[in-house]
């Protein structure tokens, strides 16, 4: 095995940028990393531009109108995005989800979802296809993106009093007009929507309630999801987050819970249902009850490189290889070499020292 140095293409994300390996012999077929974990999910982030400015994600202090975002000619095409997506999928992806940013900020983003649409597993099951956003745009393309072929939409949303979700989005954006991007799809048949609402204390979490009940019997699934310390920007400190216990016991104070089993193996959500059938909520839970040992996740970042966890420090260049004509065997061997090293663990050993790393931002890479 040879390695070889993949340069750096932005200075800002990572201090250097690991080999990728370039192996003489193909890695085919299901892939297991060191704690044996298989790859079975694949987050692409089409974009690092987002129309809102979430204090949790990115904020104006950092973000201002000065901050240079990635140029067009640095970002993955869709073609060379399709084309890595269809060697994850070789190697086990059953899911692939599209972030950004804001992926529908991501010009003709439907002719990406095309292209990924029609793909299919080893068993030839259909890959799941979804993509989360935060609903801005979604009045004027639910219709498109349900006819290009994705299944499902998350939306985020953070609260349901005006007041306090335009400060949380810091750009006085409405509440009314993301309700109205979830009827949109809600309405074309990208169903059943998740919202996900990223849990503040002292900021949000009187919203709690508010939110399992507007959206109680909608059909429509809320996931609750610790204030969590991705990248380095957020001001993330431990007494801001409000464990998932606290938001269960919260809202089993007005609605009869249940505890339901997972939809699939690594699924990260607990779920509860309403005892009354009307539904279910769930809680994300990755600082009061990491799920490390069931990660089946691999993130591709707007610029082509692969991180294997959320809270990474650095990841490995895949545009290089794509645009260095590399085969394809070449390419999928270094996937299979990179997963099958992995060990990572952050959310089991976050600590102060390392919730102060320098990570990799969310508008990077996708939630």
Known sequence: MTDR???????????????VPELAHASNGLLSDARGRPLRDLRISVTDRCNFRCTYCMPKSVFDKSYQFLPHASLLS???????????????????????????LRKNIERLIEMLAPMRTPTGAPVELTLTTNASVLPRK?????????????????????????????????????????????????????????????VNDDQIVPMARHF????????????????????????????????????????????????YEGEVAERWRYADGSGEIGVISSVSQPFCP????????????????????????????????????????AIGALWGQRQDRYSEIRSSETAGLRKIEMSYIGG
């Open 216 to 263: 109680k019997g909608s059909g429509h699934i809320v996931r609750f999801i610790e204030f969590m310390d991705v990248g380095a920007s957020n001001g993330w400190r431990l007494d801001d987050v409000v464990p998932s216990a606290e938001v269960v016991r919260r809202i089993a104070e007005e609605f009869a819970l249940e505890p339901v089993a997972a939809n």
């Open 5 to 19: 140095i993949i340069p750096i293409a932005d200075a800002r994300y990572s201090a250097r940028t690991p080999p």
């Open 294 to 333: 069931s990660c089946t996740r691999a993130r591709l970042s707007t610029e082509g490189r692969l991180y294997t966890c959320l809270f990474a420090t650095e990841g490995h260049d895949f545009r290089a290889p794509l645009r260095e004509n590399w085969s394809d065997d070449q390419i999928s061997a």
């Open 78 to 104: 869709f073609e060379e995005i399709s084309r890595l997506a269809r060697l994850f999928v070789a190697h086990g992806v059953e899911k692939i989800r599209l972030t950004g940013g804001e992926p529908l």
């Open 142 to 202: 639910a219709r498109q993106l349900r006819d290009a072929g994705l299944q499902r939409v998350t939306v985020s949303l953070d609260a349901l009093n005006d007041k306090v979700f335009r400060a949380m989005n810091d750009v006085d954006f409405p509440v009314a007009d993301v309700l109205a991007g979830i009827e949109a799809a809600d309405r074309v048949g990208l169903r059943p929507l998740k919202i996900n609402m990223v849990v503040k204390k002292g």
